[in-house]
């Protein structure tokens, strides 16, 4: 998260996963929350892993004082299947905070609720309502983000693309650097894994292309060109060369 000034927006603050609070980050979602003067705050939660949500540091840590701030906590879940997690989701919340029945029979959670912003379009939001009312809340527990798809639904993930990094460079412990995987790996959603450690694109003898481990041994030529590195562009293409490269490609 950084440095941040107090008097900003809390939705601008608490950007943070909640898989990771075993960082320094504690304190300064404690410092927000105790700082919110809106009736409504998120909290980003990408990746939400419900097995894992039960122990979270973030639901039992903050629970008392989430509910003295006088906010509403908003969890926001990005990838996955929104019909199944945010019910799960609601679920887990439901434990620490508590709900009350309202005058249709449907439970409103304490202090909390969801917002969910990732893949959202008319049709979509019709089929979470009706997940989250079968499960039994109500709607207003969900705030929903006004994303692209509600204006027009083509996008990078009609082809499923993304651009992710996929190695870092960390300390060894013995005063030199290692090389070490990361990769985003979804527990509801696989069709959005990606993937993982040094990577090379090879041409097969058959004319396919194939995303290999550059640190496993191998033959094959990478075709990979660096483009930049740091601040510097190392490699200047014109569109004609795309261009030319799309039809090899295509051929």
Known sequence: MGNYDV???PCEI?????QDLDVKPIEEIRLAVSKAARPLIRNLHPDHNPEKANDDKAVREFRD??????????CRPDSGDATKLIPELL???EETFGSTEN??????????????????YNEKMTEIYRAVMDAGYAANNLVFGSGGSLLQRVNRDNFAFAQKASSILVPDGEGGYVWRGIAQ????????DSKEGRLAIVRNDNGSYETI????????????QTVYVGKR???MQTLDEVRELARDFAA
């Open 7 to 9: 008097s900003r927006d």
């Open 14 to 18: 608490l950007g943070i996963n909640w």
């Open 65 to 74: 004082q989430i509910i003295a701030s006088g906010a509403r906590i908003v």
């Open 91 to 93: 679920g887990i919340l």
């Open 103 to 120: 005058s249709k029979g449907f439970r409103v959670l304490n202090n909390v609720g969801i917002l969910q912003g990732d893949g959202i």
């Open 185 to 192: 790996k979804p527990v509801t959603d696989h069709g959005k």
């Open 213 to 224: 481990n550059r640190d496993v041994p191998h033959t094959a030529l990478d075709i990979m």
């Open 233 to 235: 562009i190392t490699r």
